[in-house]
């Protein structure tokens, strides 16, 4: 290998570890983690919560709800309720409390399922934007609304907050 072929490829080399670092400088994610659900049978009673600690700067931020299912799951759609408590670093008397239904799209009209992947499907759904103060902090739970007690197929529930 010349000396020339050899600066080329640490050339090569920079360019793609520059560009993943400056991507990776664009994400604005703050939180994003998944919580299992026992797959074969979800309680409506077994709620599933996420916390987000002290955010560090005030900003607005878009929140998106997750769900992996196998095709198990047996219905078109799934409801859920989502509630959702925003607690003030500055003032812990002070909370807003949001709660939602929310209707998540599993299968179209054909039958077709609409998420992402073969043998486990995944499901995303915005939820709010959001107005948080630095140091505020985050309270989320997410438990079904369907009419059976238990629902068997839904494996995850995923949270995701992202700086708008």
Known sequence: MTLHQTYR???????????AAFTSCFDRTIHFEYKGTKIDGWNREDTVAFSIHSI???SYYVEELGIRANNQYPFAKLHLKVRQEIISTNDTTHR???????????YDDHGESVGTGVNLRQYKIPLKTLRLQAGDSLQVSI???????DICGISDVGFRLIKN
């Not at 490829?9 to 570890?17: E, G, K, N, P």
């Not at 438990?143 to 007690?149: G, V």
């Open 56 to 58: 560090e700067e005030a």
């Open 143 to 149: 438990c079904h609304d369907m009419r059976d007690d």
């Open 96 to 106: 807003q409390l949001f709660e939602d239904a929310v209707q998540l799209p599993i």
């Open 9 to 19: 490829q640490l050339q090569v080399a920079v360019a793609i570890i520059a560009a």
